[in-house]
T-cell receptor
Framework: AQKITQTQPGMFVQEKEAVTLDCTYD???????LFWYKQPSSGEMIFLIY??????QNATEGRYSLNFQKARKSANLVISASQLGDSAMYFC?????????????FGKGTHLIIQP | KAGVTQTPRYLIKTRGQQVTLSCSPI?????VSWYQQTPGQGLQFLFE???????NKGNFPGRFSGRQFSNSRSEMNVSTLELGDSALYLC?????????????FGPGTRLTVL
């Protein structure tokens, strides 16, 4: 079974609209971290936002927020007021356990295209 | 602070050759991880180094190896290259201080095997 599932391979959104990118995860660990990364066509992975499994409040970073629903194992990324520069691949990732040794498990990504 | 740097950015090799990729982490970061990204398999974890020790390795053959130096810089090596090794290789560094384990990625090395 996939550990990270992103069900939207591609999305077209009008500029200035809000966008929600879906991510569900599967783990039996009590301690884990959830991350969202943006990958423009240049290839570099840009860190956007982090949510720890014990964090009670949803994470926010500027125009990005993470809608964390632990019981549903859901960690959706919300981008408010989308901009043309938001067009990119977006990856949800999970780190299980503590200490970072196990690496990140990534979903297959969502290709977001912002239309003017 | 300077970000994660990777050299070279692009590389073309032929089957059977070997290749070494280099990664310099963000200053102060002690952990370096490597990932392979291909259109078919997506992003896959290769290995992670901390204090010059490999702590974990993904499901890759022994042709893939790496090391970390005392200054936290890391190299990965792929021997006997195969066509399927063509990929974007991403390096990421993490401070690993307390709960801070966010991984910050470099621009990647795009390897083409002919």
């Amino acid at each position: 079974a996939q550990k990270i599932t992103q069900t939207q391979p591609g999305m077209f959104v009008q500029e200035k609209e809000a966008v929600t990118l879906d991510c569900t995860y599967d783990t039996s660990d009590q301690s884990y971290g959830l991350f969202w990364y943006k990958q423009p066509s240049s290839g570099e992975m840009i860190f956007l936002i982090y949510q720890g499994s014990y964090d009670e409040q949803n994470a926010t970073e500027g125009r990005y927020s993470l809608n964390f629903q632990k019981a549903r194992k859901s960690a959706n990324l919300v981008i408010s007021a989308s901009q043309l520069g938001d067009s990119a691949m977006y990856f949800c990732a999970m780190r299980e356990g503590l200490g970072g040794a196990d690496g990140l498990t990534f979903g297959k990504g969502t290709h977001l295209i912002i239309q003017p | 602070k300077a970000g994660v740097t990777q050299t070279p950015r692009y590389l073309i090799k032929t089957r059977g050759q070997q290749v070494t990729l280099s990664c310099s982490p963000i200053s102060g970061h002690r952990s370096v991880s490597w990932y392979q990204q291909t259109p078919g398999q997506g992003l896959q974890f290769l290995f992670e180094y901390f204090s010059e020790t490999q702590r974990n390795k993904g499901n890759f053959p022994g042709r893939f190896s790496g090391r970390q130096f005392s200054n936290s810089r890391s190299e990965m090596n792929v021997s006997t290259l195969e066509l399927g090794d063509s990929a974007l290789y991403l390096c990421a560094s993490s401070p690993l201080w307390g709960d801070e384990d966010t991984q910050y990625f470099g621009p990647g090395t795009r390897l083409t095997v002919l």
